[in-house]
């Protein structure tokens, strides 16, 4: 390839003397030509060298992140592939059957990569595999910006926008007047978009609650959550919040799953009145088709989709026009090359991004947020990415936060480097299950869905 373009490139420039010497062409086209050469000239393509995986928990989640690197001296990418709950079951799906797929592969070819790895295991659209996946793209986007000299937002088609808009969450007690407190000082801090989370005392709700009074007992041993009281609870927290902290403030709120499908619809109609930015995960993905069914009776913006993993989910709930906010971890879907591709449907249909950015994405995969939605139209809101503390020294480069707004640094790639000596010294922490072993259960005894 190098070889080719640098005949071609010769060639070219003995063609353009000869015609000077000719008296064909002046000395200020001959340079100007010139010019145009340097500006064009082709980047020779790295071939993939090495793949490996860093693991790492500086702030208590466990991150898994990739690490490809290139035949060319200190050309290198990372992209996340955090999958929390079963870290190094996606380190395996990286080492062992991935790498060996990618050994010698040119490292910019993105999209061809992507769709070769992705149909590779025949079965697909897994949460292990499209993290494994989600790496290794990151990682070649990382690596193409860096080759270029750019953010990866210029090679998205550049900004749509100066910052992106952040939310913060707030919740963490069973007292609404404690979450009225910690949204006021978060709306002191400069933020516009605040998620308010309300617990159910001595129940394992999605915002607490087991530490605040004695657990709650069941018909067995496990922590409680019943959905009826969670949906009263936040009812009652909403309609707080809007009094109080008044009508400019956007309120989003996060139902995480947990409702059975028609009571999901009926709280749906009922805050339609406190006028939220968006009510979240307000059904869980296999109930996806009641999102029909509240469209039908209300006009409460609705986001959806941190859990998905495949274009079945997410195509229909987008074309048919069913939610207004396409929630999905990045890296769960498989990374940057198909979530810009569905930023690019949903902008179609009048839907707008919100990838999910809680504290189990690396900040490799919240700068990869950033970046789609600085370069995305359709951008909603973006959660997260104010990374603090040792994640950031172990990270360095994140994007930085202010007013509520999340920008970019301008460096090549994702613009972090990865302090990898610093990064070992938080090795993950074994947990039951490799760290995801959620069991809650209503009152007799029922399994609820985390
Ligand atoms: C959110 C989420 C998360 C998830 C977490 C699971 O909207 O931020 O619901 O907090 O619970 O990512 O590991
Ligand atoms: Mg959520």
Same mark, same amino acid.
């Given at each position: 390839m190098t070889e080719y373009r640098n005949m071609n490139r010769r060639s070219i420039m003995r063609m353009v003397a000869g015609a000077s010497a000719a008296g064909l062409v002046s000395k200020r086209e001959l340079a100007a030509q010139a010019q145009v050469q340097r500006a064009t000239r082709g980047m020779p393509s790295p071939k993939i060298k090495d793949v490996s995986v860093i693991l790492t928990a500086p702030a208590g989640s466990r991150l898994v992140v990739v690490k490809i690197v290139t035949d060319q001296d200190g050309l290198y990418g990372y992209g996340c592939a955090t999958f929390t709950q079963r870290a190094e079951v996606v380190v395996d799906a990286v080492e062992k059957y991935l790498k060996p797929l990618l050994i010698g592969m040119p490292a910019d070819r993105i999209d061809d990569t992507w769709?070769?790895?992705?149909?590779?295991?025949?079965?697909?659209? $897994?949460?292990?595999?499209?993290?494994?996946?989600?790496?290794?793209?990151?990682? #070649?986007?990382? /690596? *193409?910006?860096?080759?270029?000299? %750019?953010?990866?937002?210029? #090679?998205? +088609? $550049? *900004?749509?926008?100066?910052?992106?808009?952040?939310?913060?969450?707030?919740?963490?007690?069973?007292?609404?007047?404690?979450?009225?407190?910690?949204?006021? *000082?978060?709306?002191?801090?400069?933020?516009?978009? /605040?998620? =308010?989370?309300? $617990?159910?005392?001595? %129940?394992?709700?999605? @915002?607490?609650? %087991?530490?605040?009074?004695?657990?709650?007992?069941? #018909?067995?041993?496990?922590?409680?959550?019943?959905?009826?009281?969670? =949906?009263?609870?936040?009812? @009652?927290?909403?309609?707080?919040?809007?009094?109080?902290?008044?009508?400019? /403030?956007?309120?989003? &709120? !996060? %139902? &995480?799953?947990?409702?059975a499908p028609i009571q999901a619809v009926q709280f749906a109609k009922d805050v339609e009145k406190f006028k939220l930015f968006y009510l979240e995960d307000v059904l869980a993905p296999e109930d996806n088709a009641y999102f029909r069914m509240i469209r039908e009776q209300c006009s409460t913006p609705l986001s959806m989709g941190e859990l998905f993993n495949s274009p079945h989910e997410w195509t229909p709930l987008i074309s048919e026009r069913l939610i207004d906010y396409i929630r999905i971890h990045v890296s769960q879907a498989g990374g940057v090359t198909p979530c810009r591709?569905?930023?690019?449907?949903?902008?179609?249909?009048? =839907?707008?991004?919100?990838?999910? $950015?809680?504290? !189990?994405?690396?900040? /490799?995969?919240?700068? @990869?947020?950033? &970046?789609?939605?600085?370069?995305?139209?359709?951008?909603?809101?973006?959660? +997260?990415?104010?990374?603090?503390?040792?994640?950031?020294? =172990?990270?360095?480069?994140?994007?930085?936060w202010k007013d509520g707004y999340l920008y970019a640094n301008e460096a090549p790639g994702w613009g972090i480097e990865i302090d990898e000596k610093l990064a070992a010294k938080y090795p993950i922490r074994e947990g039951p299950a490799g760290g995801g072993a959620y069991r809650i259960r209503r009152l007799d005894g029922t399994v609820v869905k985390y």
């Open positions: 769709q070769f790895l992705y149909a590779s295991s025949y079965w697909r659209n $897994g949460p292990v595999l499209n993290n494994a996946l989600s790496g290794v793209d990151q990682a #070649l986007w990382d /690596i *193409k910006g860096r080759q270029a000299g %750019m953010p990866v937002y210029q #090679l998205l +088609g $550049g *900004k749509c926008r100066e910052a992106a808009d952040t939310y913060t969450d707030v919740g963490g007690g069973v007292e609404i007047s404690a979450v009225i407190e910690r949204a006021k *000082k978060a709306m002191a801090e400069g933020y516009r978009h /605040i998620r =308010v989370q309300i $617990g159910i005392p001595g %129940m394992e709700s999605y @915002a607490g609650g %087991m530490r605040d009074a004695p657990p709650v007992k069941g #018909l067995h041993n496990d922590p409680v959550f019943e959905p009826a009281v969670q =949906v009263r609870r936040s009812l @009652a927290l909403l309609e707080a919040c809007r009094k109080q902290l008044g009508d400019e /403030i956007e309120l989003l &709120h !996060d %139902m &995480h799953e947990r409702l591709k569905i930023a690019a449907m949903a902008e179609i249909f009048g =839907v707008k991004t919100a990838w999910h $950015g809680p504290g !189990d994405v690396s900040p /490799i995969g919240h700068a @990869a947020n950033l &970046h789609l939605d600085l370069a995305c139209y359709n951008f909603g809101i973006q959660e +997260g990415g104010r990374i603090r503390g040792v994640l950031g020294e =172990v990270f360095k480069g994140c994007p930085t």
